[in-house]
Structures are given as C-alpha cells and as structure tokens.
C-alpha cells in the first residue's frame, strides 16, 4: 500500500517562497568563463532560431525542396508534361495577367517583400512629412526626429533662439523674409519714406532732410572744415534764414547791410556762436570775418540787463581786440551797423587819441567797446577801465598782434576779465580768429578757451582764388622803376602800393609825383591817427587814386573797391605778402597783385614760388631757378625782364 502524500500548509509554503525570494536576491558569482560559455549557447540558440524561421518562411511560400507537394498543385505546362498537356485548356487565374491568384495559392506582394528586406538588412524607416502648405515644403529639415529635441520648451529664450534659427536659413521668394521692403510701392512713388535714397542735391532740400552725405558734400563745396573737442559740432547754416539768428537782426542783415548770402566763415562760426561755444577761426582774408563774430555777439548782449551808468562801473559786456588802430576804426563801423538801430553803444579805445576822453566815454556806459591791446593796457593800469562786466572776448587778427609784440598785454587784459566756472551760462565765451595757428596763439588758446570749436574756411595762409597774382622779374632798379610808373598811369584806381619802410614810402610818392599826373597820398606808423584817418577817408571816397603805404594798413584794412595792389618792394616773409595782395579781390569781387621783384628778394623766392604754383600763376624762371625748380606755365602775363 502506498504512502500516502500529505500536502503542504500554508505556512511551508509561503517560508518556501521566502526562501526562494532570499535566494534569488543574494548576488551569485559567475566566473568568466562560465560567462564566455553561457553567451556562446545563447548565440547558438539565436541563430538556430533564425535559421528555422528563414526555412519555414521558405518553405511556406513555395521555396523549399517540397514546394510542388506543399502547394498541391503541379504545373501542368512544365517539361515533364509539354507534350501531355499542351493542349489543355488553361484555367481563368492561369489565363489572368493581372496578379489573380487561385484560391489556396500563396503570393508575396512587393509591400511585403520590402518589409521582409528592410526588417533583416536593418535598414531604418524614413518618416516622411506630409505638408499641403508653400512654406512647409521648402523648410529646411534636420537628419535628427522632432521628439529628440532638447529645446522643446517654450521658455523665452527658446522661443528667441527659435525665431533667429527660422530667420537664418534661405528665404527666396518668401517676400519679406527674403529680403523684399515693407515700403509701399506707392510710398516710394511719392518719396514719403524718410530713409529711402534722395537724389536731389543738398540745395533743393530742406535743413531736415539733409543727410550725413549732404552735410559732407555741402562743407567740401565751401571748404569748411572742423576740428573739435568730443562735443557734437553744431551743423553750418546754408542761408541767414538756418543761423538762428533774432529776427530782428535778420532784418538788418539784408535791409542795412545788404547781405544776400552768408559767407562760408559766417556760415560756419555763427552756429558755433549761438550756442555758446568758444571758437577758432582760421580763413583767409577778406572772407567776412567781423559780421561772423559781431552777430553772435549782439544776441548775447540782448540777453544781458539793460546797460546803466552803475553796471557801466564795472565795464562793458563785450571787448574786441585789434592789433592796429585802422582795424578797430574799421570793426566799429561794421558794429554800429547792427547795434545802433538796437539801441547799444559802441566806443573805440585806440592810441593817437585823448585818453581821458576815453576814460569818459567808458564811464558814460557802453556794451561794445572795441581796442588795441596798448591803449586797454594803459586805461587798466591807471585804473580808468575796468572788465568786470565783460564776459564775451573776440580776439580779431591774433597771429599779428603776436607779430607785433602783444602777446604778454594780451595775458594782462585776459587774466583782468572774470572767469566765473565752467557752467556755460557764465562762462567767459571766446572768439579768437587768425590766419595762421602759429604757437603763440595755440598757448594763448589752450590757457584761456574752453573746448573751442576750431573753423577752417579754405587752406590758410593761401590767397584768395579770385586774384590773380603776376610777379615780374628786374635785374636793374631803373627798369623796375620805369615798370611803376607804367602801372601807376594805366591802372584803374583805386590802386594800393606797399613798400617796407616810411622812407620808402617818401621815395616813391616823389617818384609819382614827378614822372606822373597821378596824385597819390602816404600813410604809415608815423603819421598821427587824425591824419591817417583823413588818409584813408580821401582814399575810400576816390579824391587820392593811389595810396602809398606800410604793412600798417596790409592787415584787417577792408577798403572796398581796391582793383589793383602792387607791392613796390617785396616783404621779408610769405605771411606779409598774403595779406598785402588780399586788400583786393574782396567780398567775392576779383582783384590784381603785381609783384616788382629784384635779386634782393632771392630770401623770399622759395614760399613764393610754392604760393604762385598754388594759384596756378606763372613763375618766372629767374625766381623759379632760384628757389631750386624749373619754370611753370598758368594763368598771368609774361614775366619783364630786362
């Protein structure tokens, strides 16, 4: 009898389990080549299996060695039954051309065998992406899918990096985004677009229209140039109506002065000017010079308190420095033009002169008063002027008054005027204007200017281009003699003869007057300021036709209508010779410098011929030999030689 089995509790069980759970969670120690061997059986059963399913799938479909037999179907029309059955009729899926198969017949497709090929040659699946819009089509794609994107999120930053990658790639024919202009065709049609281009010249624009190129175009056609500090240059005025001018200065501009259109220096320092910047002002002569710097002058005075014997204690609000008695006479007259019809006061402070006289017109009050550096020297000194007032300093022909010895009374009268800080409302405001920038005046520029706009109008130190200069060449004092007189006769007066001392002028006015019917008058530093004043009076009005004169009158001298200049003997320097031959061919009216040069002036040779190579005049070959350069042609008559 057999043993009866007794059956497990509950309690066996679940410690069996348990006990299994323990074993199975304690690590077991494979060694390696338990490891190599276990791997190698389970790739022997990989392929076994891969090779049972490649034959079944073989097999299945018709190819294996029993396939006639598996389908159950034998071709009647094969060889070993050609002849039997050639002529039995063939059924209608053995007729059909057109992949009907018989029922029980097994066929692949070409679906299938694609994915039989692709699953065993592991070749990936192309996810394609269906799109029906334009702008999908030609998107540019990444190799990688869509979900394996990092930068899934949409925080800004992604959104951000987003756009500017989108922005990046090929755009053509997108419209916008390929470049073409949001600008309405019609928009461009009528010009309304500020930033399209304008071909229309700076002439025809309004002042806000101009552009950066306009603005450079318009300085190169004046030969207005600027040098500054990192303060922004304010823009040139292209009429009197852009200087910003009052009104009513406006007006006596053109009614009293008759001024049509600004000159390139006024055009430039009058801006400058108006807001309160100190100014440098290189230009040639005769360029306008002193309405440049006397219009600013009258806006700033307009907004001082009204003057009144007790504020005239303390000293006008505007001083102008000359270096000659002649130029200061001559920038009054030029400021009374405009400050008389408002009401303001112009005195002169010069030698030749009663100094008390002065002294009393100072005191009787004045917003104007107009100088040379000697005669406001000595008032300071006997306490007979004062400066207290004047915060508006012009310094008119500087390089010449330092010429002349006035550098050291230039620091005395800068260093008596107030200086009250750097805030622009009561800072001192400078003009200072010069032919050349000499060292002297860059000193006295960097001691007492603040940030100064600095104005080049042409290239200085060059004459003005509507003169024409003719130098002619003597090797005997008779012949240069004979050549005067031939000019002093034919020339149309008013005609201005300079010679370097005042004996010269005594020779060569008893020259004239013995050898001619012209009449002419002398003028130098030894006739008193009365008679020099008479001098130049009989001049301007056209009672003396020719007038015999130092380098007194060579500078800042406007005499207008001067045609002819003719320097008698020539001057040491190029710099004096500038100046001399511009008293012509002012305010645009063209003018003649004759130059009668012998071999004493051989010293001046070089520069003189570099000046006349600049104006294009002809050089004469003794001159041109000495100053080491052969001859040039250009404008001028032939050179006399004797």
Known sequence: ???????????????????????????????????????????????????????????????????????GVRDPYGR???????????TRFERSGNGEV???DTTVDKKELEEIRRHYMRIPEKK????????????FRYDWDQSEDTMAGEDEYRIMLRKQTAAATLQFGRGRIGGMSD????????????????????????RSEMTDRDWRIFREDYVISYRASNVKTPKPARSWDETGLPNSLLRLVRDVAKYEKPSPIQMATIPV????????????????KTAAFVLPMLVHIASMPRMTRKIAMRGPYALILAPTRELALQIEAEALKFAKPLGYRVVHVIGGQGLEEQAASLQDGCEIVVCTPGRMIDLLSKQMA??????????????????????EPLSEILDSMPHLGQESSKRRQTFMFSATMSPPVERIAKTYLHEPVIVLIGETGKAADNIIQRVEYFTTENRRRERFLELAETLQPPTLVFVNTRGGCEM???????????????????????????????????????????????????????????????????????????????????????????????????????????????????????????????????????
């Open 102 to 104: 018989a029922p029980g």
């Open 128 to 139: 394609k992406t269906e799109s029906n819009t334009q702008t999908e089509r030609y998107r």
């Open 183 to 206: 600008v309405p065709a019609s928009a461009k049609r009528t010009g309304k677009t500020s930033y399209l281009y304008d071909a229309r010249h700076w002439s025809q624009k309004r």
């Open 386 to 407: 004062a400066l207290g007032n004047c915060n508006y300093l012009i310094l008119d022909e500087a390089d010449r008054m330092i010429d002349m010895g006035f550098e």
């Open 273 to 288: 000017g108006l807001e309160k910047r100190d100014c440098i002002g290189l230009a040639e002569t005769g360029s306008g």
């Open 1 to 71: 009898m057999s043993k009866r089995r007794v059956p497990l509790s509950l309690e066996d069980l679940k410690r069996k389990r348990d006990e299994e759970q323990a074993r199975a969670s304690k690590p077991l120690f494979v060694s390696k080549e338990e490891r190599q061997r276990a791997a190698l059986e389970r790739l022997k059963r990989r392929r076994e299996d891969e090779n049972a399913a490649q034959k079944a799938g073989r097999d299945s479909r018709g190819f294996g060695q029993n396939a006639h037999d598996a389908r």
């Open 508 to 642: 060569v006015s008893r020259l004239i007057s013995e050898n001619s019917h012209v009449r002419p008058v002398i003028m130098h530093s030894g006739k008193s300021q009365e008679q020099r004043e008479k001098t130049l009076e009989g001049f301007r009005t056209g009672r003396y036709p020719v007038l015999i004169a130092t380098d007194v009158v060579g500078r800042g001298i406007d005499i207008k209508g001067v045609r002819n200049v003719v320097n008698f003997e020539l001057p040491k320097t190029i710099e004096p010779y500038t100046h001399r031959i511009g008293r012509t061919g002012r305010a645009g009216e063209k003018g003649t410098a004759w130059s009668l040069a012998t071999k004493s002036d051989a010293d001046l040779f070089g520069p003189l011929s570099h000046l006349l190579e600049q104006a294009g005049a002809k050089i004469p070959k003794e001159i041109a030999k000495e100053a080491g350069q052969g001859g040039r042609g250009g404008r001028g008559f032939r050179a006399i030689t004797d």
């Open 80 to 90: 070993e039954n050609a002849g039997r059955n050639a002529k039995r009729p063939r």
